[in-house]
């Protein structure tokens, strides 16, 4: 895989282009304040008055109704969340300059048809695969967050270069961008989101603290071991994959991971593991969750009041006020007075 960074950056396709970031959230502000620190000229597309819109403007920045901003913009960058998108993208089409290019950072409303674009414009995706405050972080630091790139439409012949420079300015070079496709992107993203990171990892702890619980031990106890601790092996496996993770730990740990974690996670649990993945790829889950949407989330509320009103929750709540370096720093009397 071909995987681009500063160096392959040779022209800069943005130059002289307008951004306008519709959305300023977690990725639109990280967005927006690294563009605009690599000399891109950005226009904050946001709800008149709302939270956004005021944020946007004490941050510095000109800001616009989001079709106004869209009109004034040669790149549009979608960074409201996904079920936002395919209203705001009715409203804006046909202020979009031809020959303009849309962008998104995940591509969910590109792949499932919920967006179908003018062809007369570019359709891109840069998705920095980490959360805003990170890309933002990360930036200022000198360093950046990988990106992934893929093009849908390319209208103006310039959909790649501008997609990368997009990329090289939110600090996705610096990190490394690689190309896949909205289709790629958005499938191992959801299945990813599901199997894995979200829905694999947050049951997997209730059921092992639920377990421990169930046999009579204190459920502080079970908290640590199943929840707490997890931080310490994910940062591992972070930072120098499974290599470092066994490094690490204990041989007690390795020998039990080698020879008892295959019973876990078996391969039932793979064939279940196909089944979402399945169901992601036919558009089921897709289908699912914009229904979802359009019932007012009777379900997702329901779901949700149940996992976070879970015992683990409570306990866990009770001890993370109990651990000081959790708790945001206050600021000394020196940095206050500057």
Known sequence: ????????????????????????????????????????????????????????????FAVAEPAEAAERAGLVAMLVPDMAQPELYRQIESRLQAGATLLFAHGFNIHFGCIQPR????VVLVAPKGPGDLVRRQFQEGRGVPCLRAVEQDASGQAHARALSYAHAIGGTRGGVMDTSFAEETET????????????????????FETLIEAGYQPEVAYFECLHE?????????????????????????????????????????????????????????????????????????????????????????????????QPRQPDREEQAA
Not at 25 to 43: E, K, M, P, T, Y
Not at 119 to 122: N, P
Not at 190 to 199: A, I, K, S, Y
Request: net charge negative; hydrophobic share 40%; with cysteine.
């Open 1 to 60: 895989m071909k995987i681009w960074t500063e160096t392959d950056h040779h022209k800069n396709a943005l130059s002289d282009t307008t951004v306008a970031v519709v959305g300023y959230g977690s990725q639109g502000r990280a967005h927006a304040l690294n563009l605009a620190d690599s000399g891109v000229n950005v226009i904050i597309g946001a709800r008149r008055e709302g939270a956004s819109w005021k944020r946007a403007e004490i941050e510095g």
């Open 119 to 122: 062809t007369d414009i570019d």
């Open 189 to 208: 993203d959801l299945f990813g989101e599901q199997v894995v990171l979200c829905g694999g990892t947050a049951e997997l702890v209730i059921q092992g």
């Open 230 to 326: 997890l931080k310490l092996i994910v940062d591992l496996l972070h930072e120098g994959g499974m290599a470092k993770m066994y490094e690490f730990v204990s041989d007690t740990a390795a020998f039990g991971d080698l020879t008892r974690g295959p019973r876990i996670i078996d391969e039932s649990t793979r064939e279940r593991m196909r089944e979402v993945l399945a169901e992601i790829r036919s558009g089921e889950f897709a289908r699912d969750w914009i229904l979802e949407n359009q019932a007012g989330l009777p379900r997702h509320r329901a779901l949700m009041k149940a996992r976070t009103g879970h015992e683990i929750e409570k306990v866990g709540k009770a001890l993370r006020g109990r651990m000081s370096w959790l």
